[in-house]
């Protein structure tokens, strides 16, 4: 469904001017169909109606997923201010949160084997974690493969988590998200190094995405479901929080504003240090995958949650470090990325001899 309406949509999306046009900091070289998001979204509310279930639990969900992929769509066609993408994500957490009860009480045993109980501070923490994320997943979308290949394992790993539960409604739903996921790969991975993406992602698909991974993370954590810890939920959705933090902090020690764009994420690292943008999708991927498995294995092993709450900020301390000191770590990676050069270049040499 997702791929019909991506090829039903693109030609219309380029007479409408919903497209993305090259120049500046982005890499593609020719105008670009705004329109993945469009296809994801109006494939998953479709295909959610053909579901023998009852839909009464998710109303806020699906209220605030209109309300964040309308100001995506209007941002697409023609940038609006900051302030009112911010109010827009504001204002569907406080929906999921106030009328979905999607809300963060209990943080674990963070130091200890005591809980940590947030009390009054429950709500406007919830709606925090929740604008983290969104923003979080809409930072994601930075090279073609990149946001939809990592929302795919975040949405996989949920999947296995629900499946494990046996909660039968939340499985259909999760396997929906991982079938659109899939269908926008077709038109935005690089199969190989000289095929560009055909569409983009857009804010309209990244920030519905991104309520939806806050939705199922935060519901997850929480009685009555209790399906996992939420520090197993940080491990899940690790190296996008790591990178939003970091790359925001930095910003603002420099005097700008956090949601200033630039071209200083991990990924514009690993592309200034020669990697090609194919290689840095497949870099980003293994690591993402590599943090869901040891959350997912902390998870299942019952590692006391202390010790990956612990684990985390140790990983996230070395994140934090290497993003305030980018042009070591690229002049790092440049020298390992000419070492593999050199030796695919000698090991091709051989071959032809």
């Avoid at 993406?197 to 935060?218: K, M, N, P, Q």
């Amino acid at each position: 469904m997702t791929a019909g309406l991506i090829w039903l949509f693109r030609p219309v999306a380029s007479r409408i001017g919903l497209v993305d046009q090259p120049g500046g900091r982005k890499n593609h070289r020719q105008a670009t169909p705004l329109i993945g998001g469009v296809a994801i979204f109006c494939a998953f509310l479709l295909l959610l109606l053909t579901l023998e279930m009852p839909l009464g639990q998710w109303r806020a969900f699906f209220l605030a997923s209109a309300v964040v992929f309308i100001i995506g769509v209007l941002d697409d066609f023609q940038e609006t201010p900051p302030w009112s993408r911010f109010a827009a994500q504001i204002g569907a957490s406080l929906i999921i949160v106030l009328w979905g009860n999607i809300e963060l009480r209990n943080l674990g045993g963070l130091f200890g084997n005591q809980d940590v109980l947030l009390g009054v501070a429950a709500v406007p923490f919830s709606i925090f974690c929740s604008v983290g994320v969104i923003n979080a997943t809409n930072m994601l979308d930075g090279l073609d493969g990149l946001a939809g290949g990592l929302l795919l394992v975040v949405f996989g790993a949920l999947l296995a988590l629900a499946w494990q539960g046996g909660l039968v409604a939340e499985v259909r739903i999760l396997l929906l998200f991982c079938g659109v996921l899939v269908g926008f790969l077709l038109f935005n991975f690089r199969f190989s190094h000289d095929r560009a993406a055909t569409v983009f992602l857009g804010d309209a698909g990244a920030l519905f995405l991104g309520l939806a991974v806050a939705w199922f993370l935060i519901r997850f954590t929480q009685e009555p479901l209790g399906l996992l810890r939420p520090i197993t939920a940080i491990w899940l959705f690790a190296l996008p929080i790591m990178d939003t933090v970091a790359i925001m902090s930095r910003r603002v020690m420099l005097g700008r504003s956090p949601f200033s764009p630039d071209r200083e994420h991990f990924h514009h690292i690993l592309r200034a240090a020669g990697f090609s943008a194919r290689t840095t999708v497949f870099i980003m991927l293994g690591i993402s995958l590599l943090m869901a498995a040891i959350g997912l294995a902390g998870e299942w092993a019952s590692v006391p949650e202390f010790i990956m709450f612990y684990g985390f900020l140790a990983l996230f301390a070395v994140y934090f470090w290497g993003m305030h000191h980018a042009w070591k770590v690229m002049k790092a990676l440049r020298r390992v990325h000419d070492r593999q050069l050199l030796k695919t270049e000698k090991h091709r040499g051989g071959a032809n001899v």
